[in-house]
């Protein structure tokens, strides 16, 4: 019988890590499901939902003790399916925000979503430079659920008053069945 787990993996970013990332799992009959990897800071992140035998999961560290020896980290768990609740019927936003960078819009845009019980699906957030100036710039692209029962328009009004707060800009958008 398969399990699913969620591995997570960090360290120096380097060529050909993601090769023997996904060797190592393969060597243990493991299929990743779902994968995001990013570099973060000069690391490599790699975020993984994987299906293997249920005989192997207790061996998954043991695994990748090479790389632990060369200072990846490497953390593994039970994925509860089951357990995460259902969205059906909720609706699916795109929701970009951009402005100067500073402490807390992540937290205020997050907030102002979770007061009205909207749920993050993804997220992905950046600094760039300006052009000219060289002023750090933040974005951050998500999708966010809606309960179907939400006023679109009270919500809104929110997130709204949420971007004025940092100070940022907006655009919420149906994100198309994603």
């Known amino acids: 019988m398969r399990t699913d787990i969620i591995l997570t993996l960090t360290g120096p970013d380097r060529v050909g890590i993601v090769e023997e990332v996904t060797g190592v799992l393969l060597e243990m009959d493991g299929n990743v499901e779902a994968n995001r990897m990013a570099r973060l800071g000069g690391e490599f992140v790699m975020l993984s939902l994987v299906s293997l035998p249920e005989d192997n999961v207790g061996s998954v560290e ?8 060369e200072g990846y980290r490497v953390t593994s768990g039970p994925a509860l399916r089951e357990a995460a609740p259902a969205h059906e019927g909720w609706a699916a936003y795109r929701i970009q ?9 992540i937290h205020e ?7 009205r019980g909207i749920t993050i699906e993804s997220a992905e957030t950046a600094t760039t430079a300006a052009p000219l ?3 750090k710039l933040f974005s951050m692209n998500a999708t966010a659920l809606v309960p179907p029962a939400l006023s679109e328009a009270d919500w809104r009004d929110d ?20």
């Open 133 to 135: 100036s060289g002023t």
């Open 109 to 115: 845009i997050a907030a102002g979503l979770a007061r």
């Open 97 to 105: 925000v951009h402005g100067a960078d500073h402490e807390g819009i």
């Open 159 to 178: 997130l709204g008053e949420a971007a004025s707060r940092s100070n940022v800009d907006i655009t919420v958008s149906a994100a198309g069945g994603e």
């Open 62 to 69: 043991a695994a990748f003790a090479k790389l632990a020896a």
